[in-house]
């Protein structure tokens, strides 16, 4: 079975930009996350869609965003990019029901120039 | 709310050595607890899982840890590295029922030959 695919791996972009991060998740699974990972602040939950539905939302401005489409597939926008974006943003993904534990990409690592 | 206190950021041990990495958590909660490593430029690996049950928990490549709630302590062992084992290591915990994780700010080991 296929793991997590996140795309791309690696993006660089300028500050005011903005930029869309794409995930797969695992076969079957309906519960998608994502969690920014920087040297300073560690990993920190964005926000997670359930079923093309937001059920958790991290603290983060109102510039990341994300949506779930139909087949599972989730996508995440950060408007007006600023240097401390700059960041590994990772995506997991679990069936949604139960305690099955998270299975995480190898993430898109996003620098802001 | 949760949090998670990784004791040691870094941690070097000889191969073929016995090594602990110490996590312990706050939650005024029930708590499911996670152990995930990253290897350089990939994302997370989960090693084990502590859900409910025995209190003792074996994970892949040798690890195990022991939940102990009193001391809200989730630390984890191996009896004998390898250099392969040289990774980050990320203690977890997630709320009963929840999707998101709040994770430590990491454990360095690095094995020395």
């Known amino acids: 079975k296929a793991g997590v695919t996140q795309t791309p791996r690696y993006l660089i972009k300028t500050r005011g930009q903005q930029v869309t991060l794409s995930c797969s998740p695992i076969?079957?699974?309906?519960?998608v996350s994502w969690y920014q990972q920087t040297p300073g602040q560690g990993l920190q939950f964005l926000f997670e869609y359930f079923s093309e539905t937001q059920r958790n939302k991290g603290n983060f401005p109102g510039r990341f965003s994300g949506r779930q489409f139909s087949n599972s597939r989730s996508e995440m926008n950060v408007s007006t990019l600023e240097l401390g974006d700059s960041a590994l943003y990772l995506c997991a993904s679990r069936p949604g029901q139960g305690v099955e534990p998270q299975h995480f990409g190898d993430g898109t690592r996003l620098s802001i120039l | 709310a949760q949090s998670v206190t990784q004791l040691d950021s870094q941690v070097p041990v000889f191969e073929e050595a016995p090594v602990e990495l110490r996590c312990n958590y706050s939650s005024s909660v029930s708590v499911y607890l996670f152990w995930y490593v990253q290897y350089p430029n990939q994302g997370l690996q989960l090693l084990l899982k502590?859900?409910?049950?025995?209190?003792l928990v074996k994970g892949i490549n040798g690890f195990e840890a022991e939940f102990n709630k009193s001391q809200t302590s989730f630390h984890l062992r191996k009896p004998s590295v390898h250099i392969s084992d040289t990774a980050e290591y990320f203690c977890?915990?997630?709320?009963?029922?929840?999707?998101?994780?709040?994770f430590g700010t990491g454990t360095r080991l690095t094995v020395i030959p």
């Open positions: 977890a915990v997630s709320k009963t029922g929840a999707n998101n994780l709040f």
């Open positions: 076969s079957g699974h309906r519960s």
């Open positions: 502590y859900l409910s049950g025995s209190t």
